[in-house]
């Protein structure tokens, strides 16, 4: 197993990837965009045809929510992967067949003043399709705690 990593072993600029790549299929984007974003260019192929994305698109939050599962399974963090915010653009479509790869950087890092041994940091997650564009990013701030500062709550 790899060593986990905590707020004083990084820097900014510290980046990982996610272990797997992902393939959309049509039916589970679909199943989610039914339950949860039932717009008809998610949901129906027929009528996407004339939609703004001119086919069947992928929900932004379905394309978000794969890329932030990957990040919490493949995060190297050995503390829990608490979300502060979040901020989340999709600059390009997704489409059924596309297949997405996961990188991961950390932009900012600031030590608590008020809780010695904790802070937040923000991470910038990045989806990408087969072709290298990005198709999803979401800034996020994440709080996280120093490898001393873990290891004295785990004693207690």
């Known amino acids: 197993m790899e ?3 905590f707020l004083d072993d990084i820097e900014v600029g510290f980046k990982y990837q996610a272990k797997d790549k992902y393939e959309m299929k049509k039916d589970e984007m679909i199943e ?3 339950k949860y974003d039932p717009q008809h260019f998610h949901i129906n192929e027929e009528t ?3 939609s703004f994305f001119k086919g069947l698109a992928a929900s932004g939050w379905f394309t978000n ?3 932030f599962r990957r990040a919490i399974t493949d995060h190297p963090f ?4 608490v979300g502060a915010d979040a901020q989340v653009e999709w600059p390009a479509i997704v489409r059924p067949g596309d297949v997405l790869t996961f990188d991961y950087e950390v932009t900012e890092i600031v030590m608590s003043d008020k809780r010695p041994g904790q802070g937040r940091f923000k991470v910038l997650s990045s989806a990408y ?12 701030t994440v709080l996280g705690q120093t ?4 290891e004295s709550q785990q004693e207690k």
Do not use: S
């Not at 050995?78 to 992967?81: A, V």
């Open 3 to 5: 060593e986990k990593v």
């Open 32 to 34: 989610f965009a039914t």
């Open 48 to 50: 996407a045809g004339d």
């Open 65 to 67: 929510m794969v890329m």
């Open 78 to 81: 050995g503390f829990d992967f």
């Open 129 to 140: 399709n087969q072709d290298g564009e990005v198709v999803c990013q979401m800034t996020a």
């Open 147 to 150: 490898r001393a500062y873990f």
